[in-house]
């Protein structure tokens, strides 16, 4: 197949996994008990109240009638208001999004070079002491419970040694002054610290180990004993010849594992009082806002899809062995 | 070989020296980067800074459902009259004085305080009348209902308003005077343009409220999304100097500081750290030892307007059986409830009104197994059942009076008692109810019924309970119970007993109906106490709910910096701190 027709063919797949995907999640949340009313256990609500409430949320209509609103608004870009927020969806979501970007994103993408780095030179020096340490080190942040290693950062480096914030994304009392643009951004970070430093220990471990597995059976490789008998350095070896090639599935993971950042973490923003998009993904589930839970589940298959289109492509490109 | 494995042993200690190189100085010039902002911060005293547990859903009064946007919300919009602090009478707030009430004509007359909206411009009638307009266009929840009692609403002067009721009502100043009253300068238009769409309910509900214009003693100055919300004091307020129910009212602070904090862990450090003064949420009691022994903090109690119970289905067997259901509330163990999983922070409730709505309160309604021991209990249950024709293979009180295991419990028709489910929250939602429940399923199995608890998620729960009705048992509860008791009649009343309705038990009892009705008509405040004390009699009597325990609302302050809280029932955080707090000098 050609490059062009190759790429189309993916395209065209993965428009009609986004349909099936856009279609089930509509019938997933209309067939999941309750409605958007079911959580408001208020006895100053009257059930009146309550079918006028749900009629003007058009969920009186016959399920057909909603499906094809839903499917229209989305082709025509309206995702509608959120039951909750009364807010257009598409505010929230990009108004959530960026400090998710932010947060999960730059974990994922930091903690990925570290841990190509890192699983790198573990790998070349298999055995070592710092092999071990290494290899160790990444079991335990692997395994780590993310509430309680927040909670347990929050409490040493935020609280006892007072070094970092609490939570949130700013300081309150610095903004509502006159603070320069420069200080804003500066304490945007200082708050960016302690979530950042969680997520990429916690994500450091399993990018460390994947590289250091797949580096370590490149490494048993012919092609590395002929490079060495060339009489190639050490550096070379390593950095071209082996980690080059070990990357390849480490990509792969890295290309998802950034798709689903978007995702965000429910714990970790609960614990740092972050506003990403997955505390409001949990809440818009458990709360039957509809238009706000497809939306972000829209948009998370949607850049999961892309993501993985991408990483196909890349692993063409990155291993000339793959052709089309 | 030996030169490879060299070469790499001084590689792995250049590694170690680039990682500590990059790491230190990253460290240092966050902690720097720390110091210098701490330097830009605002002077901490004009603050009076506030965590809550969750961002305001919406400034939309109209959509607003939730706690902490009622909670900003309540500082802005006002009602005509208010609840007063201790005694919880109604008292004049936007009224001058009390409504005057004719008897013969039904009206209500209603004088206002010359007060002014946030902008500075003219508080009148024509803003309640605006208001009232609004509540029929839109038919708006919560309101709609309550005022349709009202025939029509006249404004024969700009500090005058007359309401001509259909009939009398009991609820009048409780539920209707006590309705926030918007400004038609800021929702005139606004509701012009929802009424023309499709949805005009919708439409006015998705309306974004970016300065709600209030009377209240604070304005929004700023709020950012997802960080924190700024109110300053309303320099307009009409309150500030008065005194209000005894009293001086503020406010005293300029500026209030609104920030979230996702957990309650963190909450409580950022108290001891000194970064709020007050947390806006109950303090669970795992905290509570520690933060005793912070001398700065300081712990307030009060009592709650709540309703935990356990409820029946008397829709079908087994617990459409008044002397079950006796039975059942006979061994449940309140205190052991609560010294055990509340911690003794709370009460045993006995009827369904709680005590801290002292007025309403019902305290000498029936009550089970008061004063004896889980033996004891089981045994007058076990009495109460065999004297109503119950009978057990082996029966849980032997011959000789002593409690045995008991098993197969047959029903008077002499048919085996099926196994019936006690539906609960999952733990993870509220591990009081969850806990409860199965501390329930226990002393019954010992009295030798099939009980069954069930967690379930509280969705499902509600839908399988209130929508459905198909369910025998459940334990839930009303976190925060209107101090009006009309909940009564709606909670009981066989009018309500329809999926989704609020008469979840399905109680039935044309006695309990005419009196919810009556009281409803009744303006004689003190002859509606006697039908509401009859109607709690009756309840306990018959037991559709049985009132289990009212947890208190536990909250807690830092005392460096202010004081001056107001204790009330459902905790200090109200209008009334709020205006009454000061800085410590």
Known sequence: ?324 | MQQIQKTKKNQSSKWCKTVCRLLLPAIFLMVITGALLSCNKSEESVFLKIGLPEEPRSLNIWLATDGNSRNILSQIYQPLFHRHPQTLEIIPWLAKEDAIFDEKALTYTVKLRKAKWSDGSDFTSEDVLFTKQLFFDFKIPRYYSKWQLIEKVEAPDAHTVVFYLKQPSAIFMSRIMTAPIVSKKEWEQVAKDALATEKPLRSLQDYQVEKPLGTGPFILHEYQKGAYLHMTKNPYFFGQGKTIAGLDLGPYVDNLLFTIYGTSDVAILALKKGDIDYYWWDVQPGYIKDLEENTSIDLHFNKKSALYYLGFNLRRPPFDDKVLRQAVATVVDKQFILNRILQDYGNPMHSIIPSGNHFWHNPDVRRYGDGLDQEQRIKAAWQMLADAGYSWKVPPVNADGTVAKPSDILLPSGEAMAKFVILTPPADYDPKRAFTGTMIQEWLRQLGLPAFARPMSFNSLLETVKGKHDFDAFVLGYGKLDLDPDYLAAFFSSENDNPRDWNMSGYRNPDFDTLAQAQRLMVDVAKRKQMIWTMQEMILEDVPYYPLYNPHIIEATVNRRFTGWVEKVDGIGSIWSLCMVKPVK
């Open chain 1, 1 to 324: 197949m050609t490059k062009p027709g190759y790429i189309l063919v993916k395209l065209v797949e993965v428009a009609v996994i986004f349909f099936i995907i856009l279609t089930a999640l509509f019938f997933l949340f209309r067939l999941s008990p309750g409605d958007p009313m079911s959580k408001m256990v208020d006895p100053m609500l009257t059930p009146e109240d309550m079918a006028h409430l749900i009629e003007q949320m058009g969920l009186d209509r016959p399920l057909w009638e909603q499906y094809l609103i839903y499917v229209k608004n989305f082709l025509t870009g309206s995702f509608g208001f959120s039951f909750h927020y009364g807010e257009p969806v598409s505010h929230i979501i990009v108004d959530k999004l960026k400090w998710t970007i932010l947060l999960f994103t730059t974990s994922t993408v930091l903690a990925a070079f570290a841990g190509i780095f890192l699983g790198k030179i573990a790998a070349w020096h298999k055995g070592s002491h710092l092999d071990n340490v290494m290899s160790i080190s990444a079991l335990v942040c692997y395994t780590l419970f993310i509430p309680w290693f927040a909670l347990l950062l929050l409490w040493i480096l935020g609280f006892k040694l007072g070094l970092f914030p609490l939570g949130g994304v700013l300081s309150p009392q610095l903004w509502v002054g006159n603070a320069s643009l420069l200080v804003r951004i500066l304490d945007v970070l200082h708050h960016l610290m302690l979530p950042l430093m969680t997520l990429f220990i916690i994500n450091l471990g399993s990018y460390l180990l994947l590289m250091r597995s797949s580096m370590l059976s490149v490494l048993r490789e012919d092609y590395i004993i002929t490079a060495r008998a060339k009489g190639l350095s050490e550096k070379v070896i390593r950095n071209k010849h082996a980690a080059q090639n070990a990357a390849l599935p480490v990509i792969t993971s890295v290309g998802l594992s950034l798709a689903f950042s978007i995702n965000g973490g429910a714990l970790t923003e609960q614990i740092f009082t972050w506003p990403g998009i997955g505390k409001e993904l949990i809440f818009a589930v458990s709360n039957n806002d509809y238009p706000l839970a497809q939306a972000c589940f829209l948009l998370i298959a949607l850049v999961v899809l892309v993501a993985n289109l991408i990483v196909d492509l890349l692993y063409a490109w990155l291993d000339p062995r793959i052709t089309y």
